[in-house]
């Protein structure tokens, strides 16, 4: 009877080590990716977008002599500063909110970039940036926007 004891607890482990929720470590898209989110929320007078640029590892590895400057594996607040200095005006420049007509300027209120752990030892980078942008008066009434 010990014997069924013992098997019904590791049956019980098994199943609950395959079962339990855990966080996502790698990328479902492969270790070559570059994936992009944007959240838009409109307010009366303003739209905010929340961009985020998660780059893979081996992305990442190919912008190191940009981001890595002093080469100690880590990406200090000033290295991050200057890279997003480098990299974000082109990356803004290539996002456009329209209402109606009427292309919408963009503008940066904020950004980061950080590593965080990838694969085989490798990091992955993240870009956020938060942007916002003057919507005209009487926005609603222009039928149609268009955010690319």
């Known amino acids: 009877m010990a ?3 013992w098997l019904l607890v590791c049956l019980a482990l098994a199943v609950f080590a395959t079962v339990s929720p855990r966080e996502a470590q790698a990328h479902p898209l492969g270790n070559f990716t ?10 009366d007078e303003q739209a905010r977008i929340d961009y985020v640029l998660d780059l893979a590892e081996i992305p990442t590895f190919q912008q190191k002599g940009q981001l ?3 080469e100690d594996g880590k990406l200090s607040d000033a290295e991050a500063r200057a890279y997003l200095d480098a990299k974000l005006p082109s990356l803004v420049e290539n996002l456009h909110l329209k209402v109606g007509k009427e292309a919408l300027p963009l503008r ?8 965080r ?3 085989g030892g490798l990091p992955t980078l ?5 942007l916002l942008a003057e919507l005209p008066k009487n926005w ?9």
Do not use: C, K
């Open 34 to 43: 570059i994936n992009h989110y944007s959240s838009l929320e409109f307010a």
């Open 108 to 115: 940066v209120q904020g950004s980061s970039a950080a590593y």
């Open 140 to 148: 609603e009434d222009n039928g149609s926007g268009r955010y690319t």
């Open 3 to 5: 014997r069924w004891g």
């Open 126 to 130: 993240r870009i956020e940036a938060s």
């Open 117 to 119: 752990p990838g694969q």
């Open 68 to 70: 890595d400057r002093n």
